[in-house]
Structures are given as structure tokens and as C-alpha cells.
């Protein structure tokens, strides 16, 4: 079933500003065979200047047929990194942070010793505290997550309505192995960090963390469909979140009610498309932390991912993207369970996309334990080329 939402937005330009014209029936075929390819529903919206394409393919929920619409409220996931290191750089614009202090200074309780006194603030933003992620500890029976070693779907439903505290979760990642070095040349991405980073925020701040996040980042960004649950529900209107967990659980389950206070300052937010380019556009320009902050968030390392598959080419609280024909982009990408999101803005902001979708690991493992290529692998990765090329540059418009 595909839906035939779709809005345009405007806006008043700049004086002399030229209105960009976005490639519509190409975004709307692109949006439109990611559904086809078998994601329940897909939600985007692009932006160039003054001019915003919204649109929406599929459904929200499975069992009532009710359509995916743009504007639906979305668990972000890892996308909530960028909002915590952006708060962490607003403590560092007021002086009250130092990114290369050790976290020792500021959290001797939890991370006392040696390893307080070696991993800094920037290690923490950065991914290259060697500090492991607590997922499998969290979630034991996803130990080897994501290789498919030894994983079944039972913690995910044991979990559903857990209340983790941060230091519980902290401690978890502290007592595993070490990913690598502090401040290795590489990074390995961990949840842990940004953990430790809203432990840091509550210290400084004398609020929680999700409250430091809103006053300094959320609010002045005037976001008004981005918060974090206070429970396992999310308020307002959303779509059904649907896990197959690599087709483990088939057919997928849907995780929409569910705490995440298992990811907390990590990966907890909801927001919207229309939100993440809202508050993209306004970090990158300079309207969030200072120049110099900024300048920091855009010093990268690289850095191993979760699963080990790839390396990010990974700042403070954000990805740097290259994208052939159109330039550099910055943004983020999450996933939480029954979720998946992304957000990447070009450098000079003239060009957004934020697209958000309702399933998450479609793809089922080979005879190694690895996920095959799904097509809906190949329909996001279309979407994305045709939303961020630059008209004229590139491949044939589809």
C-alpha cells in the first residue's frame, strides 16, 4: 500500500536569494521504491534554501493500514549524539567544561583511577575513549550483536518496560574489555560515552541530563516535536516501530512502546524530520555553539563502528559525509529498535535531507552469519543520491 502524502513548504528568501527547485517527481518515485522494497513506511523531508519538499510513502501501522504521513514523530536513536555533544560544547562556550580535562575531574565516582585521569572529554565525543558499548551486557542474549552470534529476541521483550539507571549501564561498559587505547588513532563507537557525557552534563549543570539537553540545546533551537520520553510511550501522533532483528522475529514485531532509558542521552530522543533539518541548519550555521565549538565538532577521527563493517569518519557528535557530485554533508544516523533515521546537511547548509523509517534489521544472515543485501538497501541509498545530488551533477536523474 503506498500513501500519497506529500507537502511543499516555503518560505520567505533572502533578499536576491534565488529559489532553489527541488527534483519533486524524482524524490517522490525515489520515496515511493523504498516502500516497494519492503519497508512498511517511509517519511522525508529535503531542503535547499528556501525551498523544503515533505513527503511520505506506506504506512504507519500494518494492522490498521493507516498511512505514513510526514510530520510523524520518530525515535531518533543515535541521532541524540549530536544533540548531547552539542549541550557539552554550550558548557564549553560558558567555560564550564574543558574538552581535553579528564572525565576523572568531573566523575571520580564513576570513573575513578588511572583510566579517569587518561580519557578526556574530546575522547568521549570522539569515540576514542576505548570505552566498550554495554549493548551486549545490557542485552545479554545479544552477545556478538550484530555478527548473529548467540542472538535471540527474548532480552529485547524481557527489557520492554526496564528502567536502567545511566551508572548501571556505565558500569557495564566499563567493566568489558577495552575497544582501544585512549585517544587511539582510532575511534570505536560506543555508547558508553555519551552515557558518561549526560552523567558529565548533570554534574555541571545540576539538572539531568535530558533536562540540560532541552534548556541548552532543544528549546533555544525551538524544536517543538523533539523531546525524551519519560516513559515507554511516545506522545502524539507516530508510526508502529517494527523489529525483524535480522529476520529472527518474523513476521517483525512492533517495539513502538518500549523505555529506552537503556540509551538515555545516547540514543533516546524523538524528533522529526522537519526538526533534525531545523536544528542541523541551525548548528552548522553557528546558531547553536560558538565558532570555535563548532570548529571542534568538525575535527574527525576515524572511527570503527558498532558492528565493526565500516569506519565513520567521525567528529564531536558528528559524521562527515562526502557525497560524489554534490560535497561535503554533515549529519548523524540512529537506530533503535523498530526505527531507523538519518540527517545530513551540506557544509554550507544549502542542501538537507532528513528521512525516517519504520523497520529496522530486514536483512537476514548468509551462511557466515553476515546480513545479506536487501533492496531496501539499495531504494535508501537511491533516496539519499537523488535528495542530496545537486541538479546537473552526477548520475541521470531518476
Known amino acids: 500500500m503506498e500513501s500519497e502524502h506529500e507537502t511543499a513548504a516555503s518560505v520567505l528568501p533572502a533578499p536576491g536569494a534565488a529559489l532553489a527547485q527541488l527534483p519533486r517527481a524524482a524524490l517522490r518515485a525515489a520515496l515511493d521504491a523504498v516502500h516497494r522494497a519492503?519497508?512498511?513506511?517511509?517519511?522525508?523531508?529535503?531542503?535547499?534554501?528556501?525551498?523544503?519538499?515533505?513527503?511520505?510513502?506506506?504506512?504507519?501501522?500494518?494492522?490498521?493500514?493507516?498511512?505514513?504521513?510526514?510530520?510523524?514523530?520518530?525515535?531518533?536513536?543515535?541521532?541524540?549524539?549530536?544533540?548531547?555533544?552539542?549541550?557539552?560544547?554550550?558548557?564549553?562556550?560558558?567555560?564550564?567544561?574543558?574538552?581535553?580535562?579528564?572525565?576523572?575531574?568531573?566523575?571520580?565516582?564513576?570513573?575513578?583511577?588511572?583510566?579517569?585521569?587518561?580519557?578526556?572529554?574530546?575522547m568521549l565525543l570522539n569515540h576514542t575513549s576505548g570505552f566498550s558499548d554495554y549493548l551486549p551486557y545490557a542485552f545479554p542474549s545479544l552477545k556478538g550483536f550484530p555478527s548473529l552470534a548467540d542472538v535471540s529476541p527474548e532480552?529485547?521483550?524481557?527489557?520492554?518496560?526496564?528502567?536502567?539507571?545511566?551508572?548501571?549501564?556505565?558500569?557495564?561498559?566499563?567493566?568489558?574489555?577495552?575497544?582501544?587505547?585512549?585517544?587511539g588513532p582510532v575511534g570505536t563507537y560506543s555508547n558508553t560515552n555519551y552515557l558518561l557525557l549526560g552523567e558529565l552534563l548533570a554534574e555541571v549543570t545540576g539538572l539531568s541530563a535530558e533536562q540540560a539537553v532541552t534548556r541548552d540545546v532543544i528549546a533555544p533551537a525551538g524544536l517543538?516535536?523533539?523531546?525524551?520520553?519519560?516513559?515507554?510511550?511516545?506522545?502524539?501522533?507516530?508510526?508502529?516501530?517494527?523489529?525483524?532483528?535480522?529476520?529472527?522475529i518474523d513476521p517483525p514485531r512492533d517495539y513502538s512502546v518500549y523505555d529506552n532509558s537503556w540509551?538515555?542521552?545516547?540514543?533516546?530522543?524523538?524528533s522529526t524530520v522537519a526538526d533534525?533539518?531545523?536544528?542541523?541548519?541551525?548548528?552548522?550555521?553557528?546558531?547553536?555553539?560558538g565558532r570555535a565549538s563548532l570548529d571542534e565538532m568538525r575535527r574527525t577521527v576515524p572511527v570503527r563502528s558498532l558492528d565493526g563493517g565500516k569506519t565513520l569518519d567521525y567528529g564531536l557528535g558528528l559524521h562527515r559525509v562526502e557525497v560524489p557530485g554534490s560535497g561535503l554533508f554533515w549529519g548523524h544516523d540512529g537506530t533503535v529498535w523498530g526505527t531507523g533515521t538519518t540527517s545530513l546537511t551540506r557544509s554550507d547548509g544549502g542542501r538537507q535531507l532528513s528521512v525516517a523509517f519504520n523497520l529496522m534489521r530486514w536483512n537476514t544472515p548468509d551462511a557466515s552469519g553476515r546480513p545479506r543485501p536487501h533492496p531496501i538497501d539499495h531504494a535508501l541509498a537511491?533516496?539519499?543520491?537523488?535528495?542530496?545530488?545537486?541538479?546537473?551533477?552526477g548520475p541521470r536523474d531518476l
Request: net charge positive.
Open 155 to 183: 532480552s529485547l521483550d524481557a527489557n520492554r518496560f526496564r528502567r536502567f539507571g545511566a551508572a548501571e549501564l556505565i558500569g557495564m561498559g566499563l567493566a568489558a574489555p577495552s575497544g582501544n587505547a585512549p585517544g
Open 38 to 122: 519492503g519497508m512498511p513506511g517511509v517519511q522525508a523531508e529535503v531542503r535547499d534554501g528556501a525551498d523544503v519538499w515533505r513527503g511520505a510513502s506506506g504506512v504507519a501501522d500494518l494492522e490498521t493500514g493507516r498511512p505514513a504521513t510526514p510530520g510523524l514523530r520518530q525515535r531518533v536513536g543515535s541521532v541524540t549524539k549530536t544533540f548531547t555533544a552539542a549541550a557539552v560544547l554550550a558548557q564549553v562556550d560558558r567555560g564550564q567544561v574543558r574538552l581535553d580535562a579528564p572525565i576523572g575531574d568531573y566523575l571520580p565516582a564513576l570513573v575513578p583511577g588511572a583510566r579517569g585521569r587518561s580519557v578526556t572529554v574530546r
Open 224 to 248: 517543538a516535536d523533539t523531546f525524551f520520553p519519560s516513559g515507554p510511550h511516545v506522545e502524539g501522533p507516530h508510526a508502529r516501530m517494527y523489529e525483524a532483528l535480522y529476520g529472527l
Open 276 to 289: 533534525l533539518n531545523r536544528f542541523f541548519a541551525l548548528l552548522l550555521g553557528g546558531g547553536v555553539v
Open 263 to 270: 540509551v538515555s542521552t545516547g540514543a533516546g530522543l524523538v
Open 382 to 393: 537511491a533516496l539519499q543520491e537523488r535528495a542530496l545530488r545537486i541538479d546537473g551533477a
